[in-house]
């Protein structure tokens, strides 16, 4: 089972598989998902789109969509296979493994505008997906193609919330999975899902690069389905996060989206819709797609400073914002490409600003973990370089729910986040972000004493 292929499905729409390098086109692909010719990623691409049919065809989509809305059937309710005419055709549509995936809010978040500097900024919050992250968007796509093509297993390497989505969709479809964690690097909250979901769970003395590597070797060995996000399918059903924040729009056009960047699938699949959309005459104009990294897991960023984004130096990463810590970013050249084709940038946040926009989002009512909290911390840089202008109407995707992370919530209320780490003297800035707790007599008189002096301190926002 060493080679084992993926065949394509021959319902419309035809979709193929295309090396974003050298630009082979095959019907099917090999167990790495990756380019027999030159080893790169490859893409699904729709050469149909081009046919007059499609032309006669598109601008019926909106309506379709939105009538889909009211329907009970699992694929229409589901925010990914509402949007299927922009998908590889399942070879039955009602086989899909669905949760109800997407259909998350938008969301205006008024004080982090405010403090970035913006009139308009909005949050996506794909945190509000049923395991908690944006990765269900993918992971329906990906897991019914693996259930579709008679997998028995599915596997991934993550820092977390890749296995806790995909644990769940194998779940769903009764196939096993395989999760591939650096051992003490996933926040407890995303392991517990995996677990719950039955999961055979490793956790490797390694990061998620090594994690990464290892699995590498295991799918050759074993015929197992890769659902990282070099699984072209995952960055397929990762588009429709955007085509959903198109349509809560009403068709206006954001000026720019902001989004997290670790092993850079997320961008590529947000930017690769826009484009789509765009190509299909869907939408005049694409939004600003930029890439906010942390500070210490930076390497899309030195690429496109220091190499003009031609070459990727691997690094070793390290940030408390688990999700991301990626020194090895898979997708970087399908990322260069979105920044490049929309007229994005990148930036990076270092380990407090994410920790002080993290709880600046908290203080809106949002919330997300530290990961998605790049995006505001990145806002705040790219408006005063005035890459985003004060009347702009901006988007920040919010890739994970607040209670992903809680260790790290609760670290940074109790003021220990940053103890005897580096940033220890800086973090007494983040001090008016805080929230102590309060142990009291259980008593009235306590608590009332309690509001009394809330009443008299000022909240941070
Ligand atoms: N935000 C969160 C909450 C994530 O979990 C991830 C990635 C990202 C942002 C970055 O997205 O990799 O598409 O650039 N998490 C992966 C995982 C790597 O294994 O869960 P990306």
């Known amino acids: 089972m060493t080679n084992r292929t993926i065949s394509i499905p021959t319902a419309a729409p035809v979709s193929s598989f295309r090396c974003i390098a050298c630009g082979v086109i095959r019907d099917n692909v090999s167990h790495d998902f990756r380019c027999t010719d030159c080893g790169d990623l490859l893409e699904i691409f729709y050469p149909a789109w081009h046919s007059e049919q499609m032309a006669t065809n598109a601008p019926g989509f909106k309506a379709l969509w939105q009538q889909r809305k009211t329907s009970r059937r699992a694929i229409d309710e589901s925010g990914v296979w509402r949007f299927r005419e922009l998908l590889p055709a399942l070879r039955d549509w009602d086989q899909a493994v669905t949760l109800r995936e997407g259909n998350t809010p938008l969301y205006n978040l008024p004080a982090c505008a405010r403090i970035a500097g913006v009139k308009q900024l909005y949050a996506k919050h794909q945190g509000m997906n049923p395991t908690g992250s944006f990765k269900d968007t993918g992971m329906t796509v990906a897991a019914s193609f693996a259930l579709q093509e008679g997998f028995r297993w599915v596997a991934c390497a993550s820092t977390g919330n890749t296995s806790a989505s995909m644990a769940a969709y194998a779940a769903r479809s009764a196939m096993r999975s395989l999760v591939v964690i650096p051992e003490g690097k996933v926040s407890w909250a995303k392991l517990s899902q995996a677990l719950d979901y039955g999961a055979l769970t490793c956790e490797l003395r ?100 220091e190499h003009g984004g ?24 399908k990322a260069v490409r979105v920044l490049q084709a929309t007229g994005g940038t990148v930036e990076q946040a270092s380990e407090i600003e994410i920790a002080q926009s993290k709880a600046e989002i908290g203080a809106d009512g949002i919330g997300c973990e530290p990961a998605s909290a790049v995006t505001l911390a990145g806002l705040k840089k790219l408006v005063k370089q005035e890459f985003v202008k004060q009347d702009d109407i901006v988007v920040l995707i919010l890739t994970g729910h607040l209670l992903k992370d809680p260790e790290f919530t609760l670290k940074f209320h109790r003021g220990d986040l940053f103890k005897g780490t580096e940033y220890e003297q800086q973090a007494a800035a983040l001090r008016l972000h805080q929230r102590a707790r309060v142990t009291l007599e259980p008593t009235a008189d306590a608590v009332v004493k309690a509001l009394e002096q809330a009443e008299k301190s000022t909240p941070p926002n």
């Open 206 to 305: 390694t990061d998620f690069d090594g994690c990464m590597r290892v699995l590498n070797e295991v799918v050759k060995q074993w015929p197992v389905c890769l659902l990282n996000s070099v699984n072209p399918y995952r960055i397929e059903g990762q588009k429709t996060g955007a085509i959903e924040l198109l349509e809560q729009f009403d068709g206006q056009v954001p000026d720019h989206i902001i989004v997290p960047g670790g092993n850079l699938g997320n961008c590529s699949a947000l930017g690769k819709a826009l484009l789509e959309l765009l190509d299909l005459g869907l939408i005049t104009r694409t939004p600003k797609v930029s890439v906010i990294q942390a500070e210490g897991a930076n390497t899309l960023l030195r690429s496109v400073r």
């Open 310 to 333: 031609k070459k990727l130096i691997p690094m070793q990463a390290q940030t408390a914002a688990t999700a991301i810590r990626i020194g090895s970013p898979a997708s970087w050249k």
